[in-house]
């Protein structure tokens, strides 16, 4: 059975099935994932250690290092970072791309369990994957001004989180801010003395006093009863009449020598909304969850709670925004692109149902890659939502050449039966779609073969696309025909292009005839075109990924480190006030103490989550350059760096969070940091290089308090019970719980003013000898102020600083080109320092040289399916060569638009690879079959005549089709600027050389060799 029988005999199967896939594909899209990025398992896992409160060199010591040696015996391990702090670190580890990070991450835990015991008693760790799951999708404020923060913490934990717990697809919902009840059992010291009680006795009684346990079991006849001790205590009260002591001379209890009464656990993190004291609550997702699902259950859930009176709700944060604003700017390129598609088809073809077929078909093509996505696991993210709308132009070009090859073999007068003539014409250009469809399609291939970040997002882009190119080109082959024959009635239209020379045609006939009178014309074209693009190579700014205006933006500060918390509160104040004064923004969250990414916790360290307007009139980068500006003048006292959600995301993620990353090393480590303020101060003159850091993190400042054991004899005690004598003081002993409704409360014993402790204080500390008599802490220590040690980072065990900064104003590779430029000056570097770049730049290189490869692997698959299809050499040869030559307008596009040269826009070029060998497939293999019959300028001629209007065609609806994205046009649709602007440029250029350049070089190749041509196929 042949191609126009099958088709026949099979129309009506063959409709019914692309109904029913389009139909499961509108249904997969309703229960598809939706997220910002795709489900990616990034190789990296963090490890955070404590460990006291140890100086820093000794936590490397006693804890880092042996915990790194641990990890690195984890198979599959590339690098090892650490930044060892007081008694805590952060260890992250990178792993190579494809592996099962679930298995992996639990190796690590393994590891470091088998290591936990030869490390310093108390230390304990977390093990947490990184992935796009670690970030929230949604998060909110309360504020009261009734509530007192434990009231309000309690609500968020104990109201809040059960009523959203139920969430199909929610993970967790974490609470931060806010204060936690205890009770505080504050002993007096003069009172505790005079019955002569010590605060280890105090703190045993509170524990006695207040249990619960099972002490055997009775058998009593035919039962048997369980014995339980229970003097569980329910209330403030009752833990006040705990016997402390009793004996002849009296009882004394709990309330006899301390005060009892309701507190809050020491908190060192403070957390605002809009200025005020709040408390924050984060919802996460599942690893396979529907972030915009979650996010839209989360607001029916707390659109129906009763809040308090008195406590506002605020959403700071919504993740779900940006996919759904970037899923409707997908809606309308489409709707755009099927409108102006309809206008090229109207304006050609002057028939509206050859529109309707359009209407049709280009949905359907779309529904059915979504079931494509659904099958192979994906999601809708910023890419695969991209991937369709770029797809849609592509879509639209398979439609549209078989439409018109239809329209050309019947719709012509003279026909008798148009319709009879429809398949048939579909089966003679077969071949030519078939070969076309594969040249775009091929390029895709080696794109889905890339690892790392741009692998990853690549991948996404990638599938989505060639789903919709396969699908596509299925429908041109076998579907198109059966409605072109059901919709359009050949009796009452005939093409309109039928026995008539239109203006196009004639321009296009003078012009080529021009050119094969005098080829030396095509130097004069091709010259300029090349300098000029040579030039652009040189001028266009170069970055990583696409900047999208996000409408909010992240802002890490640093305060001086030592400052006191209520310190680093007025400076934020000030911050604040200048948020509030930038009329772009709606809201900002603060975290003081801790950050979004998980960052190694500092009170002077923390970080700003700060919403725009949704119609805000400045840009979000002219708004984070105008914040940066008034913080650098009015608050010098603070550091910010500055970046949009999905940079610091990507940047927390693969642990390189900042554009450039100067990585110093040394023989000796005491070189680095003298080395790293040198190279920071350095790079800060250079234009463009903003938010310089030396990467010298100070802790806080401390007191070295160093007891003399001599001393301590004297006294009857040993230095170690001094220590813990001044720990209890100062922070206090957890002795027991008191259980309430719906908690645990701790109950803490301490000293009265614990929290309020000054230097002079502390040395006047009592301290209770063995013997019962009390002498003041300064008798056996001295106490010495002592400023604060700087953060020990360690790259594959080796000590490293790294300086870092952010680029503004300019692009990533002319600003590290500086930056080497500064470097490699005589002098800048110590002898025994060497240095590498890191950050996103290394990322941004290592993109780059993966695209390169996948740049010539698609030239290589080119050429190999042009030799397939014509068994000829110089064919393929001309066809590669003017597809390369549209490749140098990418570069003078991006020059011209101002946007950078970023992996979406190498990936747009590689594209364009495909797409021009496809447009020039349409024009040889007319040639190829003209050349059978004609002499060899007249198939070059009639070739090039008869693939005029298809190929402008095809160019206008890709070109049109592709605007909405080249002029970002809606929010997210930055991501794919860059690729359209590339595909477009290469359009643009490629159209006049197919139609022009192709026949004449063909020409030029066939000279002395006659009517013959050396191809076997059409």
């Not at 009796?491 to 321009?507: C, E, G, M, N, V």
């Not at 290589?860 to 390369?884: H, N």
């Amino acid at each position: 059975m042949n191609f126009v029988h099958l088709i026949e005999h099979h129309a009506r199967s063959l409709l019914c099935i692309a109904f029913a896939l389009a139909v499961a594909g509108l249904v997969a899209a309703f229960v598809l994932p939706v997220g910002l990025f795709p489900q990616v398992s990034f190789p990296r896992v963090v490890v955070d250690l404590s460990s006291g409160d140890r100086p820093a060199d000794q936590t490397v010591l006693a804890v880092t290092r042996p915990v790194e040696e641990a990890i690195r015996s984890v198979p599959g391990v590339h690098e090892v970072r650490s930044a060892s702090s007081r008694g805590s670190a952060q260890i992250s580890i990178d792993f190579g791309w494809g592996r099962d990070m679930i298995a992996t991450t639990l190796l690590v835990d393994s590891a470091i369990a088998q290591a936990l015991p030869k490390l310093p008693t108390g230390t304990t760790y977390g093990v947490r994957r990184m992935d796009p799951t670690v970030f929230p999708i949604i998060s909110y404020a309360l504020t009261s001004d009734t509530l007192t923060p434990n009231q309000l913490r309690d609500l968020a934990q104990f109201d809040i989180v059960p009523v959203l717990a139920p969430i199909a697809g929610l993970s967790r919902v974490d609470v931060q801010g806010g204060l936690i009840d205890e009770v505080h059992v504050e002993a007096d010291t003069h009172k505790l003395n005079e019955y002569g009680i010590g605060m280890n006795e105090l703190v045993a009684a509170v524990t006695a006093g207040n249990s619960l346990q099972a002490v055997g079991r009775v058998q009593d006849r035919d039962k048997l009863f369980l014995v339980v001790s229970n003097s569980n205590l329910r209330s403030i009260d009752e833990l006040k009449n705990i016997v402390v002591r009793g004996d002849a001379a009296g009882v004394v209890r709990l309330s006899d020598v301390a005060d009892v009464g309701p507190g809050a656990a020491p908190f060192w993190l403070r957390v605002v909304e809009d200025g005020k004291p709040a408390v924050l609550f984060n919802v996460y997702e599942q690893p396979d969850g529907n972030a915009v699902q979650i996010a839209k259950d989360v607001r029916a859930r707390l659109a129906t709670f009763k809040l308090p009176d008195g406590v506002k709700l605020a959403n700071w944060y919504d993740q779900s925004t940006l996919v759904l604003e970037s899923g409707a700017s997908v809606r309308d390129a489409v709707i755009i692109g099927l409108i102006l598609a309809g206008i090229v088809l109207f304006v050609f073809l002057r028939n509206v149902r050859v529109m309707l077929i359009a209407v049709l078909v280009v949905p359907a093509t779309l529904t059915i890659t979504v079931l494509v996505l659904s099958v192979f696991g994906m999601s809708f993210n910023i890419m695969t939502l991209g991937g369709i709308a770029a797809a849609v132009g592509l879509v639209i070009d398979d439609m549209i050449v078989i439409v018109e090859h239809i329209a050309r073999r019947a719709g012509v007068p003279g026909v008798e039966d148009g319709k009879a003539a429809v398949l048939p014409a579909t089966r003679e250009f077969l071949r030519p779609l078939t070969g076309s469809s594969l040249a775009t399609l091929i390029v895709f291939l080696p794109l889905s073969f890339m690892s790392g970040v741009t692998g990853s997002f690549s991948k996404a882009l990638a599938v989505t696309m060639a789903a919709a190119l396969m699908i596509s080109y299925l429908f041109a082959a076998f579907i198109v025909p059966i409605l072109a024959r059901y919709f359009i009635d050949f009796k009452k239209w005939h093409d309109p292009a039928a026995d008539r020379d239109d203006w196009l045609s004639r321009t296009h006939g003078r012009l080529l005839g021009r050119v094969f009178a005098k080829p030396i014309i095509l130097l004069g074209a091709i010259v300029p075109l090349l300098l000029i693009g040579a030039l652009a190579y040189t001028r266009v700014q170069s970055g990583f990924m696409p900047k999208v205006d996000e409408g909010g933006f992240v802002m890490d500060f640093y305060t001086k480190p030592g400052t006191s918390l209520d310190e680093t509160e007025r400076e934020l104040k000030q911050i604040e006030a200048i948020l509030k004064e930038q009329p772009e923004v709606e809201t900002f969250s603060r975290r003081t103490g801790t950050g979004l990414g998980g960052d190694l916790g500092e009170p002077h360290h923390g970080d700003f989550f700060v919403r725009l307007k949704p119609d805000h009139a400045r840009g979000t980068e002219e708004v984070m350059a105008a914040v940066l500006e008034d913080i650098q003048k009015n608050v010098p006292g603070v550091d910010i760096e500055l970046a949009q959600l999905m940079e610091d995301l990507i940047g927390d993620l693969t642990a390189v969070p900042q554009p450039i990353e100067v990585q110093l090393f040394a023989e000796d480590p005491a070189k680095l940091i003298p080395q790293a303020k040198k190279v920071a101060a350095a790079i800060a003159k250079i234009p463009g290089v903003v938010e310089i850091k030396d990467g010298v993190m100070l802790a806080g400042d401390g007191i070295d308090m160093k007891v003399d054991p001599v001393k301590a004899a004297f006294e009857g005690i040993t230095p170690d019970e001094v220590s813990k004598a001044v720990d209890v003081a100062i922070n206090g002993a957890v002795a027991t719980q008191l259980p309430q409704p719906n908690k645990l409360i701790d109950v803490r014993v301490r000293m009265p003013r614990a929290m309020d402790l000054h230097l002079e204080d502390l040395a006047d500390l009592p301290i209770r000898a063995t013997d019962g008599h009390i002498f003041p802490l300064k008798r056996v220590a001295t106490l010495t102020p002592v400023s604060g040690e700087p953060e020990i980072k360690r790259d594959n065990l080796q000590p490293m600083v790294a300086v870092t900064a952010r680029i503004e104003g300019r692009g990533m590779g002319a600003a590290v080109a500086d930056v080497e430029k500064v470097l490699k000056q005589k002098g800048m570097l110590a002898t025994g320092v060497r240095y590498e770049m890191g950050g996103l730049y290394r990322q941004q290189q290592i993109a780059f040289a993966s695209l390169a490869v996948v740049f010539i692997a698609a030239l290589i698959a080119e050429l190999v399916l042009l030799l397939i299809l014509y068994e000829d050499f110089w064919l393929p040869l001309i066809i590669v060569g003017t597809s390369l030559l549209s490749t140098t307008a990418v570069f003078t596009a991006l020059w011209i638009t101002g946007v950078e040269l970023n992996i979406t826009a190498l990936m747009g070029m590689t594209m364009v690879i495909g797409i021009a060998t496809e447009m020039a497939i349409f024009y040889v293999s007319e040639y190829t079959e003209l050349a059978h019959t004609m002499p060899l300028r007249q198939a070059l001629f009639e070739a090039s005549r008869n693939r005029l209007r298809p190929i402008t065609m095809t160019t206008l609806a890709a070109i049109l089709t592709l605007l909405p994205l080249a002029f970002a046009i809606g929010q997210g649709s930055g991501i794919q600027q860059p690729l359209a602007i590339a595909i477009i440029a290469g359009l643009i250029v490629q159209y006049p050389l197919v139609l022009l350049a192709v026949p004449v070089l063909i020409g030029l190749a066939q000279r002395g060799r006659g009517n013959r041509t050396a191809v076997t196929a059409g």
